[in-house]
């Protein structure tokens, strides 16, 4: 596709043609855009002008504003509006002789007529979803479109499994790189979850693990896990995933108290084997300044002593059980077994992992893991969007 004849627009981004603009007026200080779908914009004179990308209003390699806010007068308004042949809409402004032009899809999509939500979640028990959503690797190759699918499976479902790879040393970090840059904690960069004597987390042991999230003993917890199985030979040590979103929804129905308890009740997790001392204290159940699940934080073996009245406590125990006990149920945990050259990737801050306990002595198991940020697989999935929507 050619490009070069584009309107331009703030953003890297390639704004498809959409709605055009029939007519435009300025009528008491707003400036008024008819769409041919009948919409109406009213649009704020000091909006506009913030937006405005010529050369002189914004860098045109890095794509960030050269003009600042103290330079817009304050009573800034547009004294002639048009549309030019190309169907931009071009404001001339009081006080100046700037115009600004804006390219019309750009303008319909971000003046309130496309809310832009393309990563919805969908919230699972087993009974929507006995075993995450699962790719195959075409030759051990991840084609472009491939990578795409899976994380867009993250994005909505917070989990995806990749089938048919290699079980080379360096894939997992290979694949985290495609993705982002790798989220380093104080546990190694690329982690191998085997049975160890020395570790420095039960996860390092053969013992069941039930359902939880990573390293929550940070302020920002890592927001992607990967894990990537190499050798599954041993009996037992099957992944446990529950979608910790949906037991939050859940139980907000059914016990409001606890969830009420859950999101403002805030308990400490600790990492405790040493010589780094990170603890953090949180809700279990994180919400957003809109009371929109944005978190789960639990990790059961590495809970600090809560601290509070015996009433507080009573109430804490209570609802973090009700928690702990739908999440590690089976309308809730799915149950599904490695075979070497998998590798899953989740939300690690919305799934719950966990697995059953290993038996050393039947045979290996090891996973080969790293975290990246949530936002990370934003980022992926919108840039691979627009490299597909420029070739295709
Ligand atoms: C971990 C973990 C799961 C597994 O490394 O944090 O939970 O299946 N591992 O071993
Ligand atoms: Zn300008
Ligand atoms: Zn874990």
Same mark, same amino acid.
């Given at each position: 596709?050619?490009?070069?004849?584009?309107?331009?627009?703030?953003?890297?981004?390639?704004?498809?043609?959409?709605?055009?603009?029939?007519?435009?007026?300025?009528?008491?200080?707003?400036?008024?855009?008819?769409?041919?779908?009948?919409?109406?914009?009213?649009?704020?004179?000091?909006?506009?002008?913030?937006?405005?990308?010529?050369?002189?209003?914004?860098?045109?390699?890095?794509?960030?504003? &050269?003009? *600042? /806010?103290?330079?817009?007068? $304050?009573?800034?308004? #547009?004294? +002639?509006?048009?549309?030019? %042949?190309?169907?931009?809409?071009?404001?001339?402004?009081?006080?100046?002789?700037?115009?600004?032009?804006?390219?019309?899809?750009?303008?319909?999509?971000?003046?309130?007529?496309?809310?832009?939500?393309?990563?919805?979640?969908?919230?699972?028990?087993?009974?929507?979803?006995?075993?995450?959503?699962?790719?195959?690797?075409?030759?051990?190759?991840?084609?472009?479109?491939?990578?795409?699918?899976?994380?867009?499976?993250?994005?909505?479902?917070?989990?995806?499994? &990749?089938? *048919? /790879?290699?079980?080379?040393? $360096?894939?997992?970090? #290979?694949? +985290?790189?495609?993705?982002? %840059?790798?989220?380093?904690?104080?546990?190694?960069?690329?982690?191998?979850?085997?049975?160890?004597?020395?570790?420095?987390?039960?996860?390092?042991?053969?013992?069941?693990?039930?359902?939880?999230?990573?390293?929550?003993?940070?302020?920002?917890?890592?927001?992607?896990?990967?894990?990537?199985?190499?050798?599954?030979?041993?009996?037992?040590?099957?992944?446990?995933?529950?979608?910790?979103?949906?037991?939050?929804?859940?139980?907000?129905?059914?016990?409001?108290?606890?969830?009420?308890?859950?999101?403002?009740?805030?308990?400490?997790? #600790?990492?405790?084997?040493?010589?780094?001392?990170?603890?953090?204290?949180?809700?279990?159940?994180?919400?957003?300044?809109?009371?929109?699940?944005?978190?789960?934080?639990?990790?059961?073996?590495?809970?600090?002593?809560?601290?509070?009245?015996?009433?507080?406590?009573?109430?804490?125990?209570?609802?973090?059980?009700?928690?702990?006990?739908?999440?590690?149920?089976?309308?809730?945990?799915?149950?599904?077994?490695?075979?070497?050259?998998?590798?899953?990737?989740?939300?690690?801050?919305?799934?719950?992992?966990?697995?059953?306990?290993?038996?050393?002595?039947?045979?290996?198991?090891?996973?080969?893991?790293?975290?990246?940020?949530?936002?990370?697989?934003?980022?992926?999935?919108?840039?691979?969007?627009?490299?597909?929507?420029?070739?295709?």
């Amino acid at each position: 596709m050619n490009t070069s004849n584009l309107i331009p627009t703030p953003d890297n981004w390639y704004w498809p043609p959409s709605q055009s603009i029939t007519s435009c007026l300025v009528s008491d200080n707003a400036v008024v855009v008819q769409w041919d779908n009948n919409r109406r914009s009213k649009l704020h004179p000091l909006w506009l002008r913030d937006n405005c990308c010529c050369a002189l209003c914004l860098h045109q390699i890095t794509r960030e504003n &050269l003009l *600042d /806010l103290r330079d817009i007068p $304050e009573d800034i308004r #547009a004294t +002639a509006v048009e549309v030019d %042949a190309e169907g931009a809409l071009c404001i001339s402004w009081s006080g100046c002789n700037h115009v600004s032009r804006f390219n019309p899809a750009w303008l319909y999509a971000n003046s309130g007529h496309q809310p832009s939500a393309p990563f919805n979640p969908v919230f699972w028990g087993t009974a929507q979803l006995s075993e995450p959503p699962t790719f195959y690797a075409n030759d051990s190759l991840i084609s472009d479109e491939l990578l795409y699918e899976v994380l867009l499976s993250v994005a909505r479902h917070g989990i995806a499994r &990749l089938r *048919d /790879l290699p079980t080379d040393i $360096e894939l997992v970090e #290979a694949f +985290a790189l495609r993705i982002g %840059a790798i989220r380093e904690t104080h546990f190694d960069r690329i982690f191998d979850v085997i049975s160890k004597a020395d570790g420095d987390s039960n996860a390092y042991t053969s013992e069941y693990l039930a359902a939880h999230t990573d390293i929550p003993t940070r302020e920002a917890p890592p927001g992607i896990q990967i894990l990537h199985s190499r050798v599954a030979d041993a009996e037992g040590g099957e992944s446990l995933m529950t979608d910790g979103f949906k037991v939050a929804q859940d139980i907000e129905q059914e016990f409001p108290e606890y969830y009420k308890t859950l999101t403002t009740t805030k308990w400490c997790y #600790a990492n405790r084997a040493g010589p780094k001392d990170y603890r953090w204290e949180a809700p279990t159940i994180g919400l957003d300044d809109h009371g929109k699940l944005l978190e789960i934080r639990m990790l059961p073996f590495s809970r600090a002593p809560l601290q509070g009245s015996f009433e507080d406590i009573q109430k804490a125990y209570a609802a973090l059980r009700c928690y702990m006990v739908k999440a590690n149920s089976p309308e809730y945990q799915m149950r599904f077994s490695f075979k070497a050259g998998d590798l899953i990737i989740f939300d690690n801050r919305r799934i719950l992992h966990g697995r059953a306990e290993f038996f050393p002595s039947t045979g290996d198991r090891s996973l080969r893991g790293t975290y990246l940020d949530r936002d990370d697989v934003f980022s992926k999935i919108r840039q691979l969007q627009y490299q597909f929507l420029l070739t295709r």
